[in-house]
């Protein structure tokens, strides 16, 4: 069967079709999802979640060769890597150069990712932190409700919050954050005028992990991870409350 291109919250991924490109579908009514078509991982999502690709197709020998004859497709995004000194640890600072793909290498298994947002109410005012970690098809969402304090209080916190959540420190480990004082404060790019201790806190735990860099993504442009980390850190503030959930990507 041929691999055609869609998107799927905001990712390109390949999608399993019949000869006359209609999607292949189980005994649910789920098609078959796979985010590089040399990779062995197939997800089950519902087709009205897949759009085509506005962007144009991709070249015909990709969009249908079969999942194990095309290993150059879907490549996982180029990064620009800078590095700063924190705390005797070198934290890189990554630019992503392909938002849409941001969490592919997360889903692939190749690094476990962290999505935080902070968000303050008055600022200072009620304010909550909110966090995603993705590895695989397995996703950890947290909700902080942290009272009355500062925006930047907030972003660093949901960043805490989810690191100590995260069990297997040797993986390659991803933060990303819409916040440039977060990356500024902990990598040491920018100097700590505020929340010295909360900062020093953080970066004692960033020893812990051996391979770990910050991303930064643009606030409130779309980004699946980004807003839903954001919608996150509001939902404590509205809700009152703290809370860990687990699930699986797409549900």
């Known amino acids: 069967m041929p691999w055609v291109r869609r998107r799927y919250r905001g990712n390109k991924v390949w999608v399993e079709t019949d000869a006359a490109e209609a999607y292949v579908l189980d005994e649910r009514g789920l098609a078959h999802l796979r985010y590089k078509p040399d990779d062995d991982r197939t997800y089950s999502v519902r087709p009205k979640e897949l759009s085509p690709v506005e962007d144009g197709p991709p070249p015909p020998a990709a969009a249908t060769a079969a999942p194990d004859a095309a290993p150059d497709a879907a490549p996982a995004p180029k990064r620009r890597t800078s590095r700063a000194r924190t705390s005797d640890r070198a934290v890189a600072e990554v630019a992503p150069t392909d938002p849409d793909d941001l969490d ?11 999505w935080t947002d902070g968000a303050s109410s008055g600022n200072p005012g009620p304010s909550g932190a909110g966090a995603v970690l993705l590895f695989r098809d397995r996703k950890k969402e947290v909700s902080v409700f942290l009272g009355d304090t500062t925006n930047n209080v907030a972003e660093l916190t949901a960043v805490r919050t989810a690191l100590q959540l995260v069990r297997k420190r040797d993986l ?10 977060v990356i500024g404060v902990l990598t040491g ?15 004692a735990e960033l ?4 391979d ?7 606030a409130h442009s779309g980004v ?5 980390a954001d919608a996150l850190a509001r939902e404590a503030i509205t809700q009152r409350r703290s809370s860990v959930r687990e699930g699986t990507v797409g549900s």
């Open 224 to 228: 699946t991870w980004n807003e839903r």
């Open 189 to 203: 790019a920018m100097k700590v005028k505020a929340n010295a201790e909360l900062v020093a806190s953080i970066r």
């Open 104 to 114: 592919v290498p997360a889903l692939l298994g190749k690094e476990l990712q962290v």
């Open 207 to 210: 020893a812990d992990f051996p």
């Open 212 to 218: 770990l860099a910050f991303v930064k993504v643009d």
């Open 172 to 181: 390659p480990v991803r933060v990303l954050t819409d916040s440039t004082y």
